[in-house]
Nanobody
């Protein structure tokens, strides 16, 4: 199983980006789908997650600004990020669990002030 994350880049504070995570396996049956991020010198942290039965959770720091979604037809997970701030700068990873966990390769998001 491969997860291909994309959509990162350099954006000014207040801007938006949409991350994509394309899976080589059908995501319809995935147990949990999520986005994580890791800033320099910090631990990897959960940003947003979505369970098979539709429960969605967000880190407090991104609530109201980020939206996780999925397209089962395209087997793709998304993270819409609005009102970006410099503290959102990190490498963003997608993770999908069917039986085991699978990670994408990470995509860099840099927010300039």
């Amino acid at each position: 199983v491969q997860l291909q994350a994309s959509g990162g880049g350099l954006v000014q504070a207040g801007g938006s980006l949409r991350l994509s995570c394309a899976a080589s396996k059908k995501i319809f049956g995935a147990i949990v789908l999520g986005w994580y991020r890791q800033a320099p010198g910090k631990d990897r942290e959960l940003v947003a997650s979505m369970t098979r039965d539709g429960n969605i959770n967000y880190a407090d720091s991104v609530k109201g600004r980020f939206t996780i979604s999925r397209d089962n037809e395209k087997d793709t997970l998304y993270l819409q990020m609005n009102s970006l701030a410099p503290e959102d700068t990190a490498v963003y990873y997608c993770k999908i669990r069917w039986g085991s966990n699978y990670w994408g390769q990470g995509t860099q998001v840099t927010v300039s002030s």
